[in-house]
């Protein structure tokens, strides 16, 4: 079993930045995808970011492309998102996921094994 734990979601201005965090508690990733999507109020979850822990391999959503950067700390157990730019569009509730599989970064909510509860990132214009 992993837990997944959010922080750093708020209010921010349009062009402004966050950084969102994840710290996974239960066991240590290794041949695990992480990553993040968000939800929309009416809208369905959708992939933002994702990353291959033990290699770094990286995949992003074209919304968010040159703007947001997934990173991880191994020390910590812990995945980031740095949300650069942010645009109102860009208001979601942000959730950090994982799975254990061994290639390849999953985008669909379907495949994802856990969740986190989710921190919610509001973008002024």
């Not at 993040?36 to 992003?60: D, I």
């Not at 191994?74 to 995945?79: D, H, L, M, Q, R």
């Amino acid at each position: 079993q992993v837990q997944l734990v959010e922080s750093g979601g708020g209010l921010v201005q349009a062009g402004g930045s966050l950084r969102l965090s994840c710290a996974a508690s239960g066991r240590a990733f290794s041949s695990d995808a992480v990553g993040w999507f968000r939800q929309a109020p009416g809208k369905e979850r959708e992939f933002v970011a994702g990353m291959r822990w033990s290699g770094g391999q990286t995949t992003y959503a074209d919304s968010v492309k040159g703007r947001f950067t997934i990173s991880r700390d191994y020390a910590k157990n812990t995945v980031y998102l740095q949300m650069n730019s942010l645009k109102s569009e860009d208001t979601a509730v942000y959730y950090c996921a994982s799975k254990w599989l061994r290639a390849g970064i999953p985008v669909l909510p379907r495949e994802i094994d856990y969740w986190g509860q989710g921190t919610q990132v509001t973008v002024s214009s």
